[in-house]
């Protein structure tokens, strides 16, 4: 049985905001295939009556915060001075983006990192997804 993942979907719509989200398991197949961004537009075009182009799904993962802590310390980030970091990402090592990022080992997991013009994007490894591809991974 391949391990799942609780994700976070959030639902945007223009001019509105964040207007629903939830949280589901999905596998690392199911992430790559894109299901959690197709269960969110459900949502959006038949709970919440919008069309294509009036929303923005989103899927990210709880990151707890003295992970974030940990990262900042490590990447030496001054949130004044050295830009954002955005950390609610799901490093699935079947998705060949996550080349271009440089894993860091933390205390309590490993986080890919990737700097950008306004930060870092990171993404959280799951172990368990990177097993399941017998240690062949993009991450």
């Not at 994700?7 to 905001?17: C, D, N, P, V």
């Not at 915060?65 to 830009?83: R, Y």
Request: aromatic fraction near 6%.
């Amino acid at each position: 049985m391949p391990h799942k993942e609780m994700l976070t979907i959030t639902i945007r719509a223009k001019g509105k905001g964040e207007i629903d989200s939830f949280t589901a398991p999905y596998s690392m197949k199911e992430e790559f295939d894109d299901l959690p961004i197709i269960h969110g537009e459900a949502v959006a075009e038949y709970v919440h009556n919008l069309v294509e182009g009036e929303y923005i799904v989103q899927v990210s993962v709880q990151i707890p915060d003295k992970v974030i802590e940990e990262l900042k310390t490590v990447l030496d980030i001054d949130n004044k001075t050295k830009g954002q970091l955005i950390a609610d990402r799901i490093g699935n090592p079947m998705k060949s983006c996550f080349s271009a990022y440089r894993k860091i080992a933390l205390s309590s997991c490993s986080v890919m990192v990737k700097q950008v013009s306004i930060g870092y994007c990171c993404a959280v490894v799951v172990p368990e997804w990177v097993q399941e591809r017998g240690g062949k991974s993009n991450i």
